[in-house]
């Protein structure tokens, strides 16, 4: 029967958990981000070559995308900068959780925003008022990510 030490708690691994949590937390929201970014540029693209008007117009949706980016940053650092020679497992595995919260809820809503962000700009150019629609959809698809970034900041502060 053997007793548990300070150690134990304390396995060489248990950084290399929480460094997972970092990098997950800015590889997915960037993946999203990127995605977002992509297919949203498509559209203000295709949009631009009957309305080059609306080309600033149209940008909504890429600098939606890019902010999604940001939460997985803002995780990702934070979780970088409490890795040290005293990192529990346990620790390790909140932050784990924390960066998948906030990275694989901003690849869903960088999915979102590009696919919305595509059509949404396209169909402005053919009908004005669906603008202020767009907006609206690509906010409840910004608002995903940020309820990973919540998650991920309620988690990070657990330890």
Request: glycine share 16%; net charge neutral.
């Amino acid at each position: 029967m053997s007793h548990a030490t300070a150690d134990d708690n304390k396995p060489s691994y248990a950084v290399f958990v929480g460094g997972l949590g970092s990098a997950s937390a800015i590889i997915f929201s960037s993946l999203g981000a990127a995605y977002g970014t992509a297919v949203s540029g498509v559209g203000i693209a295709t949009m631009a070559l009957s309305k080059p008007e609306l080309i600033m117009k149209s940008i909504i949706p890429v600098v939606m995308a890019g902010i999604i980016a940001i939460y997985g940053l803002v995780v990702a650092v934070l979780i970088a900068g409490s890795l040290n020679h005293d990192y529990t497992i346990q620790k390790g595995y909140i932050q784990l959780g924390a960066g998948l919260s906030v990275g694989l809820a901003g690849l869903a809503a960088g999915v979102a925003i590009g696919i919305v962000g595509d059509a949404g700009v396209r169909g402005t150019a053919q009908q004005p008022r669906l603008f202020v629609g767009m907006i609206l959809i690509l906010i409840f698809g910004e608002v995903l990510g940020l309820y990973g970034l919540i998650v991920a900041i309620y988690l990070y502060t657990r330890n």
